[in-house]
């Protein structure tokens, strides 16, 4: 991909200079809002998402905001599940919020059941399936369905899934959403975010808005970007299949309670999953028995491949410890114990079993010898 940098666009004669604002949609008028290079991105992820339209923005974060202030105002409301993503959850709340946009958190399970808490000043319903931490899948189709009636638009997260095992448009939504900083970028070291939708006035809205806010991404980061959504397609089938073998070895493990993947047919979404995805990425949760609280830090630090960190999606596995029981309602159905959400990369599946197993062993060892100082202590 040809990386063309630009603030400036010069221009051939004073009337295409005159007519610049008419470029800002289409065509280049300033770097700010397009530039060949991003310009080349957007219409690929538009195709790729089944998009007429294609918006990319500085990071996922960026596009969750976007959305949202392009479609609300002053009065309206927004509903978004339990399991939005947290630091959206905080943004609507938090700084939508004291701008008059009202928010209400719905438990995620409820499905079509959303069409009881759309009311007539409801301007969008925030899906994100499966859920952040806890891994609920949505019944996306009915939720649009309900919203669409009581004449709301829907905006979906997909980043777990991607446009390449979830099409948010085709079932419904309005708005689909990732953090391309996570498959796509894929190597930990991008950051960007992307809204693709079929309206043009709705695109309008969105570019409308991204202009008002000054959202600009590089050139350089968009040709990192293209490159990412080139080896994608084979980077997530070879985590998706590692983290299944990963899954089935933990599933035997005695310190494990349950895993949260929707591939997992007892799952409470398998069968909504199923029908909705055409596969599952290799970011799912592990809860463990409350006893394990006592030497997670020990196990963690033993770890050479698995690091910890906060984001997924990259070729390097990676551990986040979460407490997603703080601030909410809807998980009566999770036991207690540590909760770990792991991201499978690249490494061969045999290297990351092994470090799971000597760090766990080690762990073992640790606490036992200090379960034994303590007795000779006494
Ligand atoms: C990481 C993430 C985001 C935010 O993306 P950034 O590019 O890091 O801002 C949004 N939603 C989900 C589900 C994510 O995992």
Redesign the pocket.
């Known amino acids: 991909m040809p990386v063309e940098r630009a603030s400036t666009i010069v221009f051939d004669d004073l009337e295409a200079f005159e007519k610049r604002a008419e470029r800002v949609y289409d065509g280049f008028s300033y770097g700010l809002y397009g530039t060949p290079t991003s310009r080349l991105l957007e219409d690929h992820i538009a195709q790729l998402e089944g998009a007429s339209r294609a918006l990319v923005v500085p990071?996922?974060?960026a596009a969750?905001t976007l959305a949202t202030m392009a479609v609300c105002r002053s009065g309206d409301r927004v509903l978004m599940p339990e399991t939005l993503?947290g630091p959206?959850r905080d943004m609507i709340l938090r700084f939508l919020g004291p701008l008059g946009i009202e928010a209400t958190v719905y438990d995620p399970r409820l499905d079509a059941g959303i069409g009881g808490l759309v009311d007539n000043r409801t301007r969008l319903v925030w899906v994100?399936s499966p859920g952040?931490a806890t891994f609920e899948v949505q019944d996306v189709p009915a939720i649009a369905a309900a919203a669409h009636k009581a004449g709301a638009l829907v905006a979906a997260?997909n980043?777990?899934a991607s446009h390449l095992l979830f099409k948010p448009l085709a079932h419904g939504v309005d708005i689909s959403m990732q953090?391309l900083?996570?498959h796509a970028g894929g190597h930990g070291d991008l950051?960007?975010?992307s809204l693709a939708v079929r309206d043009e006035s709705l695109f309008r809205r969105l570019k409308d808005t991204a202009r008002f806010l000054g959202y600009g991404v590089s050139p350089e980061d968009c040709a990192l970007c293209e490159r990412g959504l080139m080896t994608m397609p084979v980077r997530m089938r070879h985590s998706a299949a590692s983290a299944e073998n990963i899954i089935t070895w933990l599933s035997a493990r005695p310190e494990v309670v349950r895993i949260l993947h929707p591939a997992m047919p007892d799952h409470p979404g398998h069968a909504v999953w199923k029908r909705d995805f055409s596969g599952a990425a290799a970011v799912f949760a592990v809860l463990f028995k409350p006893e394990l609280a006592r030497v997670q830090a020990e196990i963690l630090r033993r770890m050479r491949l698995f690091k910890l960190g906060a984001?997924w999606g990259g070729v390097h596995s990676l551990i986040a410890v979460n407490d997603p029981r703080k601030g909410r309602t809807s998980l009566d159905w999770l036991p207690p114990g540590p909760l770990w959400r792991l991201s499978i990369g690249l490494e061969a599946t045999d290297d990351l079993i092994g470090d799971l197993e000597q760090a766990f062993a080690a762990a073992a060892d640790f606490a036992a010898s200090q379960r034994a100082g303590r007795t000779a202590a006494e």
Do not use: Q
Request: no cysteine; aromatic share 12%; proline share 0%.
């Open positions: 990071s996922g974060m969750l993503y959206a994100e952040s997260d980043t777990w953090a900083s996570k950051l960007m975010g984001s």
